[in-house]
């Protein structure tokens, strides 16, 4: 299994919780965070969550703060060094011995910089890390922290995060109901993810993963860590509040984590943990390490052709494997609409102010004029005209549009495939109707106009943190692409972003259109000046032919006298 993306560790904790309690599969894990913050999330939680000799309450507690919280109890930042010295005793020094004895793991052979191998394996379970140095030695800072933060100055880096990257709280208090809006208030001000009236004495280590000495903070660390979780944990049964969000999700984690240390224990596990751009991660690996499950997450929606090149030197074919499958998840199919739906959405504008004859209306009616158009005034009704859209059908449309998908057109200048990738496939790789994996719309509350959701699930999706379609898109590979096809599907994508390249599409598309447009003309042009020819030559003949007869009968009268 190949994960790439965020919070890669994440979707493998799904993964071994969806496996039948019968089965005892051998799991090969390849972790391929995107960003320093979640390299470091992901190794320690592979360490916190493989280790067996504490109590797996504790652990899971561990990794829950040292994922979202802003501090840590150092009680609690003492058992992680507790945890970590039975891997690594010394850190620093297997890391010089790891640098000192080996070479690059890396032999693309394009001069990248090297990267260094530190692995472990005890029982059932082995890791193998390849990371470059700098980021060995970010792992070693936040092991060791040298230079923290004040707790006053992490306030105001979170402080500043929000401003940049979280919506303002009045916007988002305008669609939430008063116990949600508490919820995210405290958080923004505390940062730690506890229920609501849990003790907070003790939380004075700012978390090392967040905050360090040089001022580095994690672009949108402060968001709401409920968007990475399935919606529902809000149904999980813990806690004394019945309404506390952040405390069903803190139950909800602490039991999943504990469940997954137990699970893990019936398996055989190899763990690798990479973090290494595009470039590396697009070569075609040998048959034999080819991957049954493909997890590109939420980066299809950055460069889809890059996605699928990836899938296609990696995933095994279907013939070896029928259920191998590429995941990635679509946000922009719903609300990225062509010229054709345009008329649609402005009846969704209207219906912003006028009713809709749905249940809609009760739930959040349309505004008045005299409200006026503030986001915070119309933001909950147009949240809901997008839940009554016709996601199927937006979501059809946007991915059968050439110009954004036919990436033959840009990957191989002599084709003459001008069709999306959905219907044609790309390098060996085809589109999955029908899923077999994923829900297709894991975040729909609304299948059809006459749908009729309660309150509590309306109330529910119009204030979570993210309110887009999510769509999972699903791919097997059905065939082999050849070398050359290959290259230079690797080389576009290397060089042009999805933008650039559906600029070249639609270009090359307009262009086509515009060629035959002029050649029907030209062919009508020629058929009109054939039927004109066609006329003319008939009217002749006609006049011809009446001339002849008007002769012979001339002659026919001049012999009578």
């Known amino acids: 299994m190949f994960i790439q993306g965020q919070s890669t560790f994440r979707h493998f904790i799904y993964t071994l919780l969806n496996i039948p309690k019968t089965a005892k599969p051998v799991l090969r894990l390849a972790l391929n965070p995107t960003t320093p913050a979640h390299v470091c999330r992901d190794f320690f ?7 067996r000799q504490h109590d797996p309450y504790l652990n899971a507690e561990a990794l829950i703060h040292l994922w979202y919280s802003a501090k840590l109890p150092l009680a609690l930042w003492r058992h992680i060094e507790v945890v970590m010295k039975r891997y690594y005793y010394d850190f620093d020094e297997c890391f010089e011995n ?9 032999d693309d052979g394009v001069g990248y910089d ?65 116990s949600r809006t508490a919820g995210l208030m405290k958080w ?41 979780w399935p919606m529902e944990f809000l149904d999980f049964q813990a806690g004394p509040l019945q309404n506390d969000v952040y405390g069903k999700l803190f139950y909800y984690l602490r039991d999943t984590l504990v469940r997954f240390q137990e699970e893990s224990k019936r398996l055989s596990i190899m763990v690798g943990l990479t ?43 279907q013939d070896q494997n029928p259920f191998a499958t590429m995941l990635a998840m679509c946000r922009l199919s719903v609300t990225n609409s062509d010229a054709g739906l345009q008329e649609e959405i402005c009846g969704e504008g209207y219906q912003t102010f006028e009713p809709s004859s749905t249940i809609l209306d009760d739930y959040a009616p349309p505004i008045k004029i005299e409200q006026g158009c503030e986001t915070e005034t119309v933001i909950r009704r147009r949240i809901g005209l997008l839940m009554w859209r016709n996601w199927d059908k937006f979501s059809e449309r946007f991915m059968h549009d050439a110009k954004l998908f036919a990436f033959h057109l840009s990957t ?61 898109l699903e791919w097997k590979r059905v065939a082999d692409a050849d070398d050359n096809e290959w290259e230079m599907a690797r080389e576009c994508v290397l060089e042009s972003s999805w933008r650039e390249m559906a600029e070249i599409q639609a270009k090359i598309i307009e262009e086509e259109a515009k060629s035959v447009d002029e050649q029907e003309d030209l062919e009508q042009r020629i058929r009109e000046l054939l039927a004109e020819d066609a006329a003319d030559r008939e009217k002749s003949e006609k006049s011809a032919a009446a001339k002849t007869k008007a002769k012979a009968s001339k002659r026919k009268k001049g012999k009578k006298k």
């Open 45 to 51: 939680a592979i360490h916190l969550l493989f280790d």
């Open 98 to 106: 790891a640098k000192r004895d080996q070479q690059s793991v890396c």
């Open 114 to 178: 090297v990267t260094y191998q530190m692995s472990w394996g005890g029982g059932q379970v082995k890791y193998v890390g390849n990371l470059f140095e700098h980021q060995w030695r970010l792992i070693s800072k936040v092991l060791k922290p040298t230079e923290q933060m004040s707790t006053d100055q992490a306030a105001i880096v979170r402080v500043l995060d929000a401003e940049k990257s979280c919506e303002p709280l009045k916007v988002a208090a305008s669609r939430m109901t008063p």
């Open 188 to 228: 923004r001000t505390d940062g730690l993810l506890l229920p609501f009236g849990h003790p907070t004495d003790g939380f004075d280590m700012p978390n090392p993963i967040f905050f360090q000495g040089d001022g580095c903070y994690p672009h949108g660390a402060t968001a709401e860590p409920i968007a990475e």
């Open 275 to 317: 973090s290494v751009g595009m470039p590396m991660s697009l070569h075609r690996a040998p048959e034999p390490v080819m991957y049954d499950r493909i997890h590109m997450g939420d980066l299809w929606d950055f460069n889809p052709a890059c996605n699928l090149t990836i899938a296609a030197g990696n995933l095994r074919h």
């Open 412 to 472: 191989d200048s002599e084709t003459d495939k001008e069709t999306s990738v959905f219907k044609t496939g790309f390098l060996g790789m085809e589109y999955k109707d029908k899923n077999t994996i994923t829900r297709r719309w894991p975040n729909r509350l609304v299948h059809s106009k006459s749908d009729e959701p309660s309150l509590r699930d309306f109330e529910r999706h119009v204030g979570w943190f993210d309110t887009m379609p999510q769509r999972w």
